[in-house]
């Protein structure tokens, strides 16, 4: 059966040339270790080798484009780059929205991180970021939302005292948490939310789509999926 399945996933990469001469990989560039701007001012991270590795099995032509979060998703719709590859879970929302290929990070936890052990996530200011899936959870939990554009401001908030945590992915705080020598500790438990991260695309690109996941099946059955998410996340993290 799997000899079948990777003989299908190499037909349709082979057949990977697309009506669009350069496929525009839309990414944040502001959520380590998923997505951001290195010192060279070039997008980096997971996401950044995940990509070129897709475009290159499926044999297209990419460049990257950065957009701010909060209309990353209007403006894939309009057309201002073809695919969103940026730590976006997948969700039922989303996908009456725009289309996904299945998830190449597997469905993951989310968690709070606050500067003091006695904080009480349930009926506190918790910060998230506008328009994720942490934010939509925080509303909903009693707690009092206070949102933000970029992750970091989300940060920021419980560093200045505007907030009393911040809900996120863990493993966008965790690195954060073990740099702030203290300052900074996860608190309550963590929460699993939404089906994995996917690459985003408009729904009337199904070529692209099934181009990618087809790229996306490759790495996963080869194991070179499993590589990049144990080199950007850890011994620790899911893998397929």
Not at 28 to 55: M, Q, S, T
Not at 117 to 132: L, P, W, Y
Request: glycine letters at 10%.
């Amino acid at each position: 059966m799997k000899l079948i399945l990777s003989t299908a996933t190499a037909a349709l990469i082979a057949g990977g040339a697309l009506a669009q001469d350069v496929v525009r990989m839309g990414t944040e560039g502001a959520y380590p270790p998923y997505n951001y701007i290195d010192d060279d001012g070039e997008v980096a991270g997971f996401e950044r080798e995940l990509g070129d590795e897709l475009c290159a099995r499926a044999e297209l032509t990419c460049e990257w484009v950065t957009n701010d979060w909060d209309s990353i998703i209007p403006n894939l719709v309009s057309g201002n780059y073809d695919t969103i590859i940026a730590g976006m879970s997948i969700t039922d929302e989303r996908d009456e929205v725009i289309d996904f290929t299945q998830d190449y990070y597997p469905p993951t936890e989310s968690a709070y991180v606050a500067a003091s052990e006695d904080v009480d996530v349930t009926s506190g200011v918790v910060s998230a970021q506008t328009a994720t899936i942490q934010a939509g959870h925080v509303a909903e939990s009693g707690a009092s939302l206070l949102e933000y554009a970029t992750p970091d401001e989300t940060v920021a908030a419980v560093r200045s005292g505007e907030a009393d945590a911040v809900f996120a992915d863990y493993d966008y705080l965790l690195p954060i948490v073990e740099a702030s020598g203290g300052e900074l500790m996860f608190v309550g438990d963590r929460v699993p939310l939404g089906g994995g991260v996917g690459m985003g695309l408009r729904e009337s690109d199904t070529d692209l789509r099934e181009a990618m996941d087809a790229a996306i099946s490759s790495m996963k059955e080869d194991g070179t999926l499993n590589e990049l998410l144990v080199k950007w996340f850890g011994d620790q993290v899911a893998t397929y």
